[in-house]
C-alpha cells in the first residue's frame, strides 16, 4: 500500500490519501482521542504523539497535529498507523458514519432543502479536496448554520471561505439566506 499525503490550507492538518476507500459513505469527525473510541482507524492514529484531530473522508484521511509538533516527526508514525489498520481488515468506523445532515422541518424545509443540494453539489465536493467537510446545522432567520470539520476546522482562511464563498454562494440562489455563521459542536 502506498499513501499519499496533501498538503492543505490549514497548516495543522495534512490529508493522507491511502489509494482505497476508508468510509462507505458520509464522513467522520474526531476532534479528540475521547470522541475516538467508535473508529479503530482514529484511535490507532491518535496513538501518534502530537496529534489533536482525525477526520475520515469517503477515500481520505485528515490529520491535525498540536502546535509546535513538527510533520516531519509525526508524519511516518502517522503512515504507519494507517497502514497497520487497512491490513487488520477492521473497518474505519464501528456504527457508521454520520451523514453530515440535520433534519429540518417547518415553514423553511423547502429552502433547506435548496441549501443542502447547494452544499453537496457545490461546496463539499471543494472542501473534500482540501481535507475537510462542512455539514448543514441549521437554518432560522435568514442565518445558515454550518459545522467546519477536518482541515477546515482552525484553518486561518476559514472565515473567508465562509464568509466569501459559501454566504455569496448561498445569497446568490436563495435570497432568503442573509448570513452564514460558524457553530461548534
Known amino acids: 500500500m502506498f499513501i499519499q499525503t496533501e498538503s492543505t490550507p490549514n497548516p495543522a492538518t495534512l490529508k493522507f490519501i491511502p489509494g482505497q476507500d476508508v468510509l462507505e459513505v458520509g464522513t467522520a469527525d474526531f476532534p479528540n482521542r475521547e470522541a475516538a473510541q467508535t473508529s479503530p482507524l482514529a484511535r490507532r492514529i491518535f496513538a501518534v504523539e502530537g496529534v489533536t484531530g482525525v477526520f475520515l473522508g469517503l ?106 464563498g459559501i454566504e455569496n454562494l448561498l445569497r446568490h440562489y436563495i435570497p432568503e439566506v442573509t448570513e452564514v455563521r460558524p457553530v461548534g459542536v
Open 59 to 164: 477515500d481520505f484521511v485528515t490529520v491535525t497535529k498540536a502546535e509546535g509538533v513538527e510533520w516531519a516527526h509525526v508524519k511516518p508514525a502517522i503512515m504507519g498507523a494507517i497502514l497497520e489498520h487497512f491490513q487488520s481488515g477492521e473497518t474505519a468506523v464501528e456504527g457508521g458514519p454520520s451523514s453530515g445532515h440535520a433534519e429540518h422541518s417547518g415553514p423553511d424545509a423547502a429552502i433547506v432543502v435548496q441549501i443542502k443540494e447547494l452544499l453537496d453539489t457545490r461546496v463539499r465536493p471543494a472542501v473534500a479536496q482540501d481535507g475537510g467537510d462542512i455539514t448543514f446545522h441549521g437554518f432560522e432567520r435568514g442565518v445558515v448554520y454550518l459545522h467546519m470539520q477536518g482541515a477546515c476546522a482552525g484553518c486561518p482562511s476559514s472565515t473567508l471561505t465562509l464568509k466569501m
